[in-house]
């Protein structure tokens, strides 16, 4: 029972990750109707602006760890409104395969430039800071980790403020407007671009904050620590239905629970590909997802 508890909660941690990045996939196609490939790479830009930010906001306490946290989010939020603006918006009226093409190319351009030594972080692994005072708390033979629980506690409170803003703000009421219909929306006084600038800044600055509680947990970060997380992230917002949030988060855990107790197993060589098993089969029985409604699209 004790080992099942602690899978449990390392699966739960992991999942909160994932659960933050999946919601950026999800909130960008929710909007857009395409797949941002390079959010993956705003995950891995979250970690190293933590990584050169901690020293500077005084990691090591709460209120040190926190500010690295919140002004990482912020670097990552003006980062994907620069994305959407420089690649996104010229290609709005154009096919969505060529926006898809493009999100990649944005993906492999961040994550070269991030390779550049003179240019970037340069391709060599770095140890990531302490961002919080760090203990072990033992409940009988279960021992749980202060910065498991920090993962916890901040994504049940950005899963709460992002539930605070899409259904209690006008902006909100303005990202769900432009998600059902995009022409209404502009008719009755909707600014679209602005609507879809903070969509951008809001899922990046999740996918941030998945970048740092990321590190937390496993505190080496290099230039293409994105791509196994954003691709499973990817996954999670799948599995929870493509364009619904609560979907997204339920996908993450999900994802999580199921990577960590398979780890514990000896199929563990296949952790990995374990998710894009769970992708195959969702697209096979419910392409719709576990929370997600069938669209009808018109052609």
Known sequence: MTEFLQQLINGLSLGAIYALIALGYTMVYGVLRFINFAHS???????????????????????????????????????????????YRPLRNRSTLTVLIT???????????????KLGFGPN???????????????????VSSNQLI??????????????????????????????????????????????????????????????????????IDPLMGTLPGLKAFVAAVLGGIGNLP????????????????SGTRASTFRDAIAFAILILILLFRPAGLLGKVRVEKV
Not at 46 to 71: I, N, R, T
Not at 156 to 177: D, K, N, P, Q, Y
Request: hydrophobic share 55%.
């Open 247 to 262: 979907g997204a988060a339920l996908g993450g855990l999900l994802i999580g629970m199921v990577e960590t107790f398979v």
């Open 41 to 87: 790479d705003v995950f891995m830009i979250g970690a190293y602006a933590g990584y050169y930010l901690a020293p500077k906001l005084g990691a090591g306490s709460l209120v040190g760890g926190l500010a690295v946290l919140f002004a990482a989010m912020a670097v990552c939020a003006v980062l994907g409104v620069i994305i959407e603006k420089l690649a």
């Open 103 to 117: 999100a990649i190319g944005v993906s492999l351009l961040i994550q070269n430039v991030a390779q550049n030594q």
């Open 125 to 143: 692994p770095k140890a990531f800071p302490r961002l919080f005072p760090e203990t072990n708390l033992h409940f009988g033979p279960l021992v």
């Open 151 to 220: 993962v916890l506690g901040v994504t049940v409170v950005l899963l709460g403020a992002l539930w605070w803003i899409v259904h209690r703000t006008r902006i909100g009421t303005a990202m769900r407007a432009l998600s059902f219909n995009a022409t209404a929306a502009s008719l009755v006084g909707i600014d679209n671009d602005a609507v879809i600038s903070f969509t951008f800044a809001l899922g990046s600055a999740l996918a941030g904050a998945g970048g740092i509680l990321y590190a937390m947990n496993y505190p080496s």
